[in-house]
């Protein structure tokens, strides 16, 4: 669930995103906490006590610094083997994805979705299928961020990126902030879209009757 700590999880990737961040917090802060005591006590305990106090000459150790090189080599593959195991995940195909082409404009979202409706600002997902997002920018470098997916590419003029989501059926209904996060001119801050969750019959629907209404806007 969402709270003032970190945004809602609408998809298994957020979860899995977040299980990454607690567990690298949980390591760094274990190993803080741990060289912090030591310095303090060592501080404390092993201070002058005498004057010209001479301490004891000590050239090292091998067990020690095998130890010491090996721990965090081991703590460090681990994290790399289980990031790039998500990085993957996000970037792998789905077999039959919903693709909304995500385009970035000075300073709007442009979303075209596969009958061809167009809208400006307005991002709807249906949940519970995989919906990929094409993403590219008109003018200059965009950044496409999605919190509650914990996801984030940049929209780069003349080039397509991709990354795709599966959100939860229980958020439909729920509506959502899509910031640019990527400083691109004086309109930056404006530059926010809005998601809404929809189920799949509601979203086909949308698709529908607003096909209908942009083609008779457009006179064809
Ligand atoms: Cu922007």
Redesign the pocket.
């Known amino acids: 669930m969402g709270n003032s700590w970190l945004p809602v999880q609408l998809t298994q990737m957020a979860h899995n995103v977040d299980g990454l961040f607690y567990f690298v917090l949980a390591v760094v802060t274990f190993f803080f906490v741990l060289v912090e005591v030591l310095l303090i006590t060592f501080l404390v305990r092993y201070r002058r006590t005498k004057r010209n106090q001479v301490g004891a000459n000590v050239h090292g150790n091998n067990k020690l610094e095998f130890v010491w090189t090996l721990v965090p080599a081991l703590i460090l593959v681990i994290m790399g083997v289980a990031s790039v195991h998500d990085v993957y995940a996000a970037q792998t195909q789905p077999a039959k994805p919903v693709v909304i082409q995500v385009i970035?404009h000075?300073?709007y979202w442009e979303f075209k979705y596969p009958n061809g409706v167009d809208t400006h600002n307005d991002l709807r997902i249906p949940a519970g299928e995989d919906v990929r997002f094409d993403i590219t920018s008109q003018d200059?470098i965009?950044?496409f961020y999605l919190a509650p997916m914990r996801m984030q590419q940049d929209a780069l003029p003349g080039r397509e990126t991709q990354f795709w989501v599966d959100v939860e059926p229980k958020y439909v209904g729920q509506t959502f902030l899509v910031p640019?996060d990527?400083f691109?001119?004086p309109g930056?801050p404006t530059?926010v879209g809005h998601m809404t969750i929809m189920s799949e019959s509601d979203f086909n629907q949308w698709l529908a009757t607003e096909k209908q209404q942009q083609s008779k806007s457009s006179g064809s």
């Open positions: 970035g000075e300073w200059v965009h950044g640019c990527q691109c001119g930056h530059m």
